[in-house]
Nanobody, 126 residues
Framework: QVQLVESGGGLVQAGGSLRLSCAAS????????MGWFRQAPGKEREFVSA????????YYTNSVKGRFTISRDNAKNTVYLQMNSLKPDDTAVYYC???????????????????WGQGTQVTVSS
């Protein structure tokens, strides 16, 4: 079993940066594909980014390419999401998720991820 705890959210002005962290407990972190999702009020949860077990492969939704960077430190059981050039449209609750069964980072369905954190709020003001 994997427990995930996100941190690093907050209020930032447009153009600013935030770094989200997701600390994982359990022995399966290094063998899990990790992903970030977000959900804005009144909208469905959407895929943001994923990283392979080793960290060698990453994938991003088009709207964040060039602005967000996902990374992981398997020694610290932590995955990060560096968010730069933030826009008001990035405002959402951001969730960290683990897929302990799959390996393909381009498989973006939230149904594939079997463990989820509680979420952290990111608010970008204009």
């Amino acid at each position: 079993q994997v427990q995930l705890v996100e941190s690093g959210g907050g209020l930032v002005q447009a153009g600013g940066s935030l770094r989200l962290s997701c600390a994982a407990s359990g022995r399966t972190f290094s063998s899990s594909k990790m992903g970030w999702f977000r959900q804005a009020p009144g909208k469905e949860r959407e895929f943001v980014s994923a990283i392979s077990r080793s960290g060698s492969s990453t994938y991003y939704t088009n709207s964040v390419k060039g602005r967000f960077t996902i990374s992981r430190d398997n020694a610290k059981n932590t995955v990060y999401l560096q968010m730069n050039s933030l826009k008001p449209d990035d405002t959402a609750v951001y969730y960290c998720a683990a897929d302990t069964r799959g390996t393909i980072v381009t498989a973006t369905s939230h149904a594939l991820y079997n463990y989820w954190g509680q979420g952290t709020q990111v608010t970008v003001s204009s």
